[in-house]
Nanobody, 125 residues
């Protein structure tokens, strides 16, 4: 059974940083494409950053240069380092994994079949 458990969310002032983690069980994150998505109230879920089994990454244009996705393969954990957070970025952040695709770097949620419960990020101006 695949389980993804996010942590690291919280409240931060605009310009600040947060580091999100996603601990995985039942799946080896090194073998599949994984990513971070976010959803604000009343908004559609959007892809933030993804990384495939080869380490290739893809970022939403709005977060390029500020967010960094990585994998800690020893701990089987996916990490999202978020710097220079903006007031318009509060949302529930979700970790996701595809167990069918190893090389995709798609930011569309349709490609990812396993999801965590999310961790809330709040940014105050």
């Amino acid at each position: 059974q695949v389980q993804l458990v996010e942590s690291g969310g919280g409240s931060v002032q605009a310009g600040g940083s947060l580091r999100l983690s996603c601990a995985a069980s039942g799946i080896s994150l090194r073998a599949y494409s994984t990513g971070w998505f976010r959803q604000a109230p009343g908004e559609a879920r959007e892809g933030v950053a993804v990384i495939n089994s080869l380490g290739r990454t893809n970022y939403a244009y709005s977060v390029k240069g500020r967010f960094t996705i990585s994998k800690d393969t020893d701990k089987n954990t996916l990490v999202l380092q978020m710097d220079s957070l903006k007031p318009e970025e509060p949302a529930m952040y979700y970790c996701a994994a595809s167990t069918r695709e190893a090389h995709i770097v798609q930011l569309s949620s349709a490609y990812y079949g396993f999801w965590g419960q999310g961790t809330q990020v709040t940014v105050s101006s």
